[in-house]
């Protein structure tokens, strides 16, 4: 397919919208629609100020650290239970019911142990999406291919050496879905632990605009919330495709069979 | 030394079966009776099993409470069953067709990882506190769950198969009810138990934060009133409530995929 047409393709439909959204709002005196201009001046002159330091960046970070710190611990933890066959099965059921709980109803606990502190946020993130990596991660030890396994124990590929080539190796693509899934909660997390209690960040801002009937400054929130969530999901792809190359490159040939 | 613990053989002991799930959600009741009476935690933060449990069993005979779960499960339900009919059809609609779906790509991949909580104060400010806040959120965030994996589905149909039911004349609509869908309800099942949990974070999330009643209403009066014991209650309830949720799609998904490779294998080992 040329380069044309493939932008074509990529911009036609967005266009399209972005025309529509134009025209029908013209000359509406609607009081929740923005209108695209106005809203492109809005965006600018809100984020594009003091704000983008005082509350972008601090919600930013949090989710960061809350994020990392979740993938770090589900990974080693994640290892841990997965390779212990019996403690696996021990405390499994207390994991998955941990898993299903709606990671927002903690915020009210956190809440009362922390106060309305960064900690309480950012273990808040980290107590939402922990449980997707940590899962998946002992769902993948768990499937590790058994020749594979008995192939590393002949050769008496042990310790270090066998969690870092046989193991993680081949459990990466089920942690890769689970962080995929834990960045998600994790943006949601971030938002509600700023709407509940706070005085900065995204979500205090955006439900200070809304209780003030700042409707297109609003909605300006609502764009950078959804660029926010774009920006991570293409960073996501990226990543995932140098960390799983070696996964795809062998599917492809499982498939071309 | 440790190879020998590895192998398959000895994993079969005590431990085996349910059992083990069952002892292990003992003990942690246990650890965390134990950590509380002993002082290790402050029992204002955290107040023992018992006391919690006792609390929890209370709510069962509470109509309000009944009252609150069947707000947020008939929230949920709505919400879901509407974004899976829109994902469905939309998802077939698009997927059938390679023009529909490279000139849709940009733009589903653009709205797909918008957080729907940002959606909040747009249903607030239009919506208020009623049902539809709850909706809106509920749809938006299980919508594109469903909706990828009909379009991973639809995908994957066999192009033998597809060219077969072309030469013996099939048409759309047949080929859609007896080739496309099947090949597509695996896929169909998983959106389904995904959206599912992802509605459930949505409809109580909604209740906590915008207000309108529910389980979520209840959580943020128990926090407000400092009552402890019912917040923490209420937690362990959404969390089962969570679990017999994520049992029960994938009970439905065995069910409705009976025929199928995947489930076939599971029950002939």
Not at chain 1, 52 to 72: E, Q, Y
Request: proline residues 4%; hydrophobic residues 50%; positive net charge.
């Amino acid at each position: 397919m040329s380069m044309v047409r493939k932008l074509g393709f990529a911009l036609g439909l967005p266009t399209l919208l972005i025309a529509i959204w134009w025209v029908t709002t013209l000359n509406s005196t609607s009081f929740f629609v923005p209108k695209p201009r106005p809203l492109v001046d809005t965006f600018i002159e809100t984020w594009f100020s003091e704000r983008f330091m005082t509350d972008v960046v601090p919600s930013v970070t949090r989710f960061a650290i809350g994020v990392a710190v979740a993938i770090v611990l589900g990974i080693g933890l994640g290892l841990c239970i997965g390779t212990i066959t019996w403690l696996r099965k021990l405390i499994e059921p207390v994991l998955e019911f941990f898993r299903a709980i709606p990671p927002p109803v903690l915020v009210p606990v956190l809440m009362l142990v922390f106060g309305v502190t960064d900690t309480m946020k950012i273990s808040v993130i980290i107590s939402g999406s922990i449980w997707p990596v940590l899962l998946n991660t002992v769902e993948g030890v768990r499937s590790v291919d058994s020749v594979l396994s008995d192939t590393c124990r002949t050769y008496r590929i042990g310790g270090a050496s066998r969690f870092r080539y046989l193991v993680l190796r081949s459990a990466s693509p089920q942690i890769m879905a689970g962080i995929r899934q834990a960045l998600s909660i994790g943006l949601i997390l971030m938002v509600i632990s700023e709407m509940f209690a706070s005085s900065s960040g995204l979500g205090f801002t955006i439900v200070q605009f809304q209780r003030g009937f700042a409707v297109d400054e609003m909605w300006s929130g609502i764009v950078v919330l959804g660029l926010i969530g774009i920006i991570l999901s293409i960073l996501f792809q990226f990543t995932e495709r140098r960390v799983l190359r070696w996964y795809y490159a062998q599917r492809e040939v499982q498939r071309g069979r | 030394m440790t190879a020998t613990a590895l192998t398959p053989a000895a994993r079969k002991g005590v431990f085996d079966g349910p059992l083990s799930g069952v002892l292990g959600i003992l003990g942690f009741l246990a650890t965390w009776e134990v950590v509380c009476r002993t002082g290790l935690i402050d029992d204002r933060y955290i107040p023992p099993a018992s006391t919690v449990l006792v609390t929890a069993i209370e709510y069962f005979g509470n109509p309000v409470f009944w009252a609150a779960l069947g707000r947020t499960l008939s929230g949920w339900a709505l919400g879901l069953l509407i974004a899976a009919g829109a994902a469905i059809t939309v998802g077939i609609l698009i997927g059938s067709s390679d023009f529909l779906r490279k000139a849709t790509h940009s733009t589903i991949e653009f709205l797909r990882p918008i957080p729907s909580v940002a959606l909040i104060p747009l249903a607030v400010l239009v919506f208020g506190t009623s049902l539809n806040s709850t909706l809106l959120l509920v749809i938006y965030a299980s919508f594109w769950q469903i909706l990828i994996q009909v379009l991973y589905g639809v995908g994957d149909v066999d192009p033998v198969a597809d060219d077969t039911a072309r030469s013996y004349r099939l048409g759309l609509v047949a080929r859609v009810r007896y080739l496309v869908w099947p090949t597509a309800l695996p896929y169909v099942m998983t959106g389904l138990r995904l959206g599912a949990a992802v509605a459930l974070i949505l409809a109580i999330t909604a209740e906590l934060v915008i207000g309108g009643g529910g389980l979520g209403e209840l959580i943020s009066l128990a926090k407000s009133g400092g009552a402890i014991d019912k917040l923490y209650a209420l937690i362990l309830i959404t969390g089962l409530v969570g679990v017999v949720v994520n049992l029960g799609m994938r009970a439905i998904e065995r069910k409705t995929l009976h025929w199928h490779i995947s489930v076939r294998g599971e029950t002939a080992v």
